[in-house]
T-cell receptor, first 113, second 115 residues
Framework: DGGITQSPKYLFRKEGQNVTLSCEQN?????MYWYRQDPGQGLRLIYY???????QKGDIAEGYSVSREKKESFPLTVTSAQKNPTAFYLC????????????FGPGTRLLVL | DQQVKQNSPSLSVQEGRISILNCDYT??????FLWYKKYPAEGPTFLIS?????DKNEDGRFTVFLNKSAKHLSLHIVPSQPGDSAVYFC??????????????FGKGTHLIIQP
């Protein structure tokens, strides 16, 4: 069945380590997004991609990097430059229409050891 | 500068009554508005949306109202059920960017339905 998968569900990062969060969708959506949620806060946009091999910075891109080599996949790397990486990370995707809905994956919780 | 505001962090409503969740926005470029429902440690689930060319959209127990002049929207849930207890996020999207821009979210309202 169609949907968005994120892995792992929980991820632990050591100081100075880069970690990569996976996001895959089989909805044939062109656009994909990464958001971060902190306790008591709304979701904030990290990066987004409208098509393969293209991506744009969102509101809080510092310390993160992405790639979009395949339409189905949009991995997010949390680099050592991100000083406060502990958060709940959500991936979303959207079809081509102007006013289409973004659908979200189940999320990955990142914790720093 | 918060462009989407949900000023009530929590709301308690009795089962069977109407729940009204409010959202205000400041950016005049916002053209499309969505409500999402979220449980802890899960991704948000889409509920209902409205575009700026409408002032009301209804889907079953959920109705969203948009007042563009006041830059205000509200979500009505009638009747409220125990399964509606969750955090509700209001989100907005501008028309620019070909419609692929990310969403701007409010901080959410925690709705608690009491038996």
């Amino acid at each position: 069945d169609g949907g968005i998968t994120q892995s792992p569900k929980y991820l632990f990062r050591k100081e100075g380590q880069n970690v990569t969060l996976s996001c895959e969708q089989n909805l044939n959506h062109d656009a994909m997004y990464w958001y971060r949620q902190d306790p008591g806060q709304g979701l904030r946009l990290i990066y987004y991609s409208q098509i393969v091999n293209d991506f744009q910075k969102g509101d809080i891109a510092e310390g993160y990097s992405v790639s979009r080599e395949k339409k189905e996949s949009f991995p997010l790397t949390v680099t050592s430059a991100q000083k406060n990486p502990t958060a709940f990370y959500l991936c979303a995707s959207k079809g081509r229409g102007v006013r289409e809905t973004q659908y979200f994956g189940p999320g990955t919780r990142l914790l720093v050891l | 500068d918060q462009q989407v505001k949900q000023n009530s962090p929590s709301l308690s409503v009795q089962e069977g009554r109407i729940s009204i969740l409010n959202c205000d926005y400041t950016n005049s470029m916002f053209d499309y508005f969505l409500w999402y429902k979220k449980y802890p440690a899960e991704g948000p689930t889409f509920l209902i949306s409205i575009s700026s060319i409408k002032d009301k959209n209804e889907d079953g127990r959920f109705t969203v109202f948009l007042n563009k002049s006041a830059k205000h929207l509200s979500l009505h849930i009638v009747p409220s059920q125990p399964g509606d207890s969750a955090v509700y996020f209001c989100a907005a999207s501008p028309y620019s960017g070909g419609g692929a821009d990310g969403l701007t979210f409010g901080k959410g309202t925690h709705l608690i339905i009491q038996p």
